[in-house]
C-alpha cells in the first residue's frame, strides 16, 4: 500500500468514508421523501468534492514533474560526463558530434542576425 | 539582410567540406547493426502507443462507475445534475492522457526519422522526407515544452541536427555517408530519449497515480452498492452484475497496466543507449540484439496487456 502524504490524496481517502456514512444514511429505512432528497442532495456534495480532488490530484500529476527538476538535471549532468568519456575514446565519433555542434552554433548565430 | 546572406554563401561550403572531412573516417554500419536500427524503430512505434492509454483507462472506468451512482438518485434534476457533472470530470481526467500523448509523439517522429535513414530504398525525396520530419520533430519537442509537463525542457538540438543533416545535401548523399549521419543522428537523440523516458517513468510511478487506482478500486463496489440500494423493492437486471464484474476487472489490471508500461519504457531507453554505444564504439552487437528481444519481449506483454483490457470492454 503506498503511504499517501499527500494533502488531496488524504482529503479523497477522507470522502470516500464520508461517502459510505451518506449512503448509509440516504438508504435508511422509514425516512420521509424530504429527509430523502435532502440526504441526496448531502451524498451529491461528496460526489462533487471527489470529482474536484480527483481533477486536483491530476493536475498535481503533471505538476509534480517539475519537482523533481533536480533529479533530471543530475541524470542530464551524469549522461553528459559518460559522452565526454566516451568521446574520448572514440574520436571519430566526438569529431562527428563536435562538428555538428559547430555546425548547429554557426547556423543559431546566423539565424539570431 | 545582405550580410546575412553573403555569409551564408561563404560558410555554407565551408561547412559542408568541413563537416564531410570530419567524418570521413567513419566506418559503414554493419547489416545487423541497421537491422537492429530498424527493429528498434519498430519498437519505439510500438511503445509510443500505449503509456497514455493507462489514464484513458482509469477515466474511462471512473465514468462507468459513475453511472452507477448516478443511477442510484431518485429525483430527476439531482441525476441530470450528476450526469453533466460526469461528463465534464470525463472530459478534465481526459486531459492527462492527452498531454502524455503529445510527448510519445516525439518518440513516433524519432521512429520515423530512423526508418528512412537506414531504408535501402534511396531517392531525391528522402531529403525532403527527412527536412520534414526533422521540422515535426522540432514543432512537437516546442509543443510538449510549451505544454510543461516537464520542468527540464526537452532538448531540440535533435531536429536541429536533422535540418543540418540536410542542410548540406542529404539527397546527394551516398549509402555510406547516410550511414555516417544514422550513427550522429542516434547519438544526438540519445540524452532526448533518456530525459523523455525519465520524465514518463517518473509520472507512471508518482504515488498519487497509486492513489488514484486505489480510490477506482473502493470507490467501484460502494457506487454499485448505492445502485442496488436503490433497487431494494425492484428485481436488478443480472446484465448490471455482470457490467459490476467487467469493471472490477478492469480495475484489478490497473497496476499490470502501469507496472508493464514502466517495465517497457525503462527497457526503451536501456536499449536505445546500448544502440547509440553500439553504433558510436562498436560495442558488442550481441548484447544490443540481446537488451532488443527483452524489448520486444516488454512490448508484446504491454501488447497482450492491453488486448486483454480490450476484450473486457
Redo the contacts between chains.
Keep these: 500500500m503506498t503511504k499517501i502524504d499527500n494533502v488531496h490524496s488524504k482529503e479523497l481517502v477522507e470522502i470516500q468514508k464520508l461517502l459510505e456514512k451518506a449512503e448509509k444514511s440516504r438508504f435508511a429505512t422509514g425516512l420521509t421523501p424530504d429527509q430523502k432528497l435532502e440526504l441526496e442532495k448531502a451524498s451529491m456534495v461528496l460526489r462533487k468534492r471527489e470529482k474536484e480532488l480527483i481533477t486536483l490530484i491530476n493536475k498535481e500529476i503533471a505538476e509534480d514533474i517539475k519537482k523533481e527538476g533536480t533529479q533530471l538535471k543530475n541524470l542530464s549532468k551524469e549522461m553528459r560526463e559518460k559522452s565526454t568519456q566516451m568521446g574520448k575514446n572514440t574520436k571519430n565519433a566526438t569529431q562527428v558530434k563536435k562538428a555538428i555542434q559547430l555546425i548547429n552554433h554557426l547556423i543559431s548565430s546566423l539565424e539570431l542576425d | 539582410m545582405a550580410?546575412?546572406q553573403t555569409?551564408?554563401l561563404f560558410?555554407t561550403p565551408l561547412?559542408i567540406a568541413?563537416?564531410l572531412q570530419?567524418?570521413s573516417?567513419?566506418a559503414t554500419l554493419s547489416k545487423e547493426q541497421l537491422k537492429s536500427i530498424e527493429t528498434f524503430s519498430t519498437a519505439c512505434d510500438n511503445f509510443s502507443l500505449y503509456p497514455s492509454l493507462l489514464f484513458t483507462e482509469i477515466a474511462d472506468v471512473?465514468l462507468e462507475r459513475g453511472k452507477f451512482?448516478a443511477a442510484s438518485?431518485?429525483?430527476a434534476q439531482?441525476r441530470i445534475?450528476?450526469l453533466n457533472?460526469?461528463h465534464k470530470?470525463h472530459e478534465?481526467?481526459l486531459?492527462?492522457a492527452a498531454?502524455y500523448d503529445a510527448s510519445l509523439k516525439i518518440l513516433q517522429s524519432y521512429s520515423n526519422a530512423l526508418n528512412l535513414l537506414v531504408s535501402d530504398n534511396r531517392s531525391k525525396t528522402r531529403g525532403t522526407e527527412f527536412r520534414s520530419l526533422g521540422r515535426t520533430l522540432d514543432s512537437l519537442i516546442i509543443e510538449v515544452n510549451t505544454l510543461?509537463?516537464?520542468?527540464?525542457a526537452l532538448p531540440t538540438?535533435i531536429a536541429?541536427?536533422a535540418?543540418?543533416i540536410v542542410?548540406y545535401g542529404a539527397e546527394n548523399l551516398l549509402k555510406v555517408k547516410q550511414h555516417?549521419l544514422t550513427?550522429?543522428f542516434v547519438?544526438?537523440a540519445?540524452?532526448l530519449i533518456?530525459?523523455l523516458v525519465?520524465?514518463l517513468v517518473?509520472?507512471l510511478q508518482?504515488?498519487?497515480?497509486?492513489?488514484?487506482i486505489?480510490?477506482e478500486k473502493?470507490?467501484l463496489p460502494?457506487n454499485y452498492?448505492?445502485f442496488l440500494?436503490?433497487r431494494?423493492n425492484t428485481p436488478v437486471d443480472p446484465q448490471f452484475d455482470n457490467q459490476y464484474l467487467e469493471l472490477l476487472d478492469r480495475c484489478e489490471q490497473f497496476t499490470y497496466s502501469r507496472g508493464y508500461t514502466t517495465s517497457a519504457a525503462k527497457r526503451l531507453a536501456k536499449t536505445h543507449r546500448e544502440l547509440a554505444?553500439s553504433l558510436?564504439?562498436g560495442k558488442n552487437i550481441g548484447e544490443l540484439i540481446a537488451q532488443l528481444s527483452k524489448l520486444i519481449a516488454d512490448i508484446e506483454m504491454l501488447q497482450k496487456q492491453y488486448n486483454k483490457i480490450i476484450s473486457l470492454t
Design positions: 550580410l546575412k555569409r551564408q560558410l561547412l568541413l563537416i570530419v567524418t573516417s567513419c471512473r451512482y438518485l431518485n429525483d439531482n445534475d450528476e457533472a460526469l470530470a478534465q481526467d486531459l492527462l498531454k510543461k509537463i516537464f520542468t527540464d538540438g536541429k541536427s535540418a543540418t542542410a555516417r550513427r550522429a547519438s544526438e540519445d540524452t533518456q530525459v525519465t520524465s517518473q509520472t508518482d504515488p498519487k497515480v497509486a492513489v488514484m486505489e480510490n473502493s470507490a460502494a452498492k448505492s440500494l436503490s431494494e554505444l558510436k564504439k
